[in-house]
């Protein structure tokens, strides 16, 4: 299968200020067997601050399908998770392992001009947001470096299938040569009302590179 690396993370229990809970979820990228990288606004407090640790929902995590409708995959909890100091970006533990498929290398640089791919299982609606059945894919351009995070530019118009919409958050944007393995060099952290034209912002993942060792335990 094509991108196994891409991951699915979805809650049905994020609690909401009228003492309710609701459906969610955002996309991610697994760059260890027992860690995926996502957004880190995916986890917050009912103010919507960003936390860390034990998550305050359940959220489950599955990677290596490409549908909903496929078979295989792998499922996991997230039972750990760590904000970085930076940008908005966050690394989380699996209560599971995953086996069987190369996480994405952490080793790209961002270039202005640079063409990165994008996958993701976000809405196919700007206005009924629920997570895709299947896996969205689309082309960028580098236009911007800014310090922790930078700016990208669809290739061609954007469409609900080939660009970010709500719950794409932490979506991977890299480079691959084969559709298999791949350099991770930024993560979705927001953008305009798909499909509208704009400027998607990413968190960068050079400029946390030693923190993401840290916490993974690669040092």
């Known amino acids: 299968m094509i991108l196994p690396f891409n991951a699915k993370l979805s809650s049905k229990d994020i609690p909401t200020e009228d003492g309710g809970v609701r459906g969610g979820g955002c996309s991610g990228s697994l760059i260890d067997p027992s860690w995926v990288i996502t957004a880190g606004h995916c986890f917050h407090d009912l103010a919507g601050n960003r936390v860390g640790g034990q998550p305050p929902y359940h959220m489950s995590v599955t990677v290596g399908k490409n549908k909903d409708s496929d078979t295989g995959g792998q499922t996991a909890q997230v039972v750990t998770v760590r904000q970085s100091p930076v940008n908005d970006l966050a690394v989380v533990k699996l209560s599971t392992p995953i086996t069987g498929i190369t996480p994405l290398s952490l080793d790209g640089k961002p270039k202005v001009g640079q063409e990165l791919a994008f996958a993701g299982w976000g809405s196919l609606s700007p206005t009924v947001v629920t997570q895709s059945d299947h896996l969205k894919r689309g082309n960028f351009r580098v236009t911007k470096i800014n310090a922790y995070t930078l700016e990208a530019q ?66």
């Open 154 to 219: 669809p290739v061609v118009p954007r469409t609900v299938e080939n660009s970010p919409c709500k719950d794409d958050s932490g979506s991977p944007f890299y480079v691959s040569g084969d559709n298999v393995h791949g350099q991770l060099v930024a993560i979705e952290n927001y953008g305009p009302d798909c499909p509208q034209p704009g400027t998607e912002v990413l968190a960068r993942v050079d400029v946390v590179l030693d923190w993401i060792a840290e916490q993974i335990g690669h040092r």
